[in-house]
């Protein structure tokens, strides 16, 4: 039995050496140390033996055991860091290779420019209306009343304003005044804030028209406000926004909730003053409303217009969007064409 053991060893420990992959090692630990094994059914032979061979043959056998586990443990590692060596070598990049090309998503223009006017404003000492203050379900109160709308005024009418079945004298709001009649119920003067956010309208949609878009609107009330304040403001606006070389003008004009009122125009990005399609052969494209907040409006929501004085505007994201990067029809901004947003 001792020959047979040595046998065994010599026979295992020749085949450990001419191994030349992990599974001919998995193989020859499976033949020859498994259970049935010849190794092992020496050792399960020892109970029959004499308590002098078993003190010879007991300790031999768990020996052999133990030094072909160690060899094919030190073979199989060899094999696998050989292995690994190989494949680490067929699969190496090369990190001076240009990488591959992931498209990545854009910031649509529109919210590109609410953000940059938004900073511009900031930067004049304007602050952003919290959002509860500035709701798109609005009542009628808020979006006509209280900004001194009279109730035979035309924009009251169902061909205007999209009126709701959620209640009575509940609107999509057409402008984002609203916000500003909440702000100065909320706020004592001074106040000096912005508004940004959707507004919708009963419009036939064209390349210049929209029944839902964007505005921005600001408000301005504290003590002795003048319209060379709302001047100031706005042309500083208009020269970060178009650049210095942009002309622009202030118009006569009238809403129900300043007064004075006046449109700016800017000089026609298509043609240069010239006259074109998009701005009516006039050279100009209006891009917002103002004026000095009217009185009525100001005692509406308790504030004391013999003590304070305020101005208000209005802007259509679009349409500045649309004068800065000569953009010629509204609609392409709500078409998701891709070959449009990546020009952004």
Request: glycine share 6%; hydrophobic share 35%.
């Amino acid at each position: 039995m001792k020959e047979q053991l040595k046998k065994i060893y010599n026979e295992v420990s020749e085949l450990v050496k001419k191994a030349q992959t992990m599974a001919d090692i998995d193989d020859i630990r499976a033949e020859y140390l498994s259970r049935k094994s010849p190794l092992n059914e020496i050792k399960k032979g020892l109970k029959d033996l004499p308590d002098a061979d078993k003190k010879i043959i007991g300790p031999l056998a768990n020996k052999i055991s133990q030094d072909l586990e160690a060899e094919l443990k030190a073979k199989y590692d060899v094999i696998y860091k050989a292995e690994l060596d190989k494949k680490l070598a067929s699969d190496r990049i090369d990190v001076t290779l240009p990488g591959k090309f992931i498209p990545q998503g854009r910031i649509h223009p529109l919210t590109s420019t609410i953000e940059e006017i938004t900073s511009i404003f900031h930067t004049l000492g304007f602050s952003v209306i919290p959002s509860e203050l500035s709701p798109e379900v609005e009542t009628e109160y808020y979006n006509f009343d209280m900004l001194n709308v009279p109730k035979d005024h035309p924009a009251r009418d169902v061909q205007d304003t999209f009126y709701t079945n959620i209640a009575q004298n509940v609107v999509l709001r057409s402008q984002t005044s609203d916000a500003q009649i909440r702000a100065m119920e909320n706020q004592a003067p001074p106040i000096r804030i912005i508004s940004p956010g959707r507004v919708y309208r009963n419009e036939n949609i064209n390349s210049r028209k929209n029944n839902f878009f964007h505005q921005i609107e600001g408000l301005y009330v504290d003590k002795d406000i003048t319209f060379g304040d709302l001047k100031g403001v706005l042309n500083e606006f208009i020269r970060i926004y178009f650049g210095e070389s942009r002309p622009t003008r202030f118009r006569n004009s009238f809403f129900p909730f300043t007064e004075p009122s006046a449109e700016v125009d800017v000089q026609c990005i298509m043609c240069k003053g010239k006259g074109c399609r998009t701005c009516s052969g006039t050279g100009w494209l209006e891009i917002l409303g103002a004026g000095m907040v009217d009185p009525n409006v100001l005692r509406g929501v308790g504030i004391d217009p013999d003590v304070y004085s305020g101005f208000a505007f209005g802007m259509g994201v679009e349409r500045l969007a649309m004068l800065k990067y000569a953009i010629d029809d509204i609609r392409l901004f709500f078409n998701n064409d891709d070959r449009f947003l990546k020009q952004f």
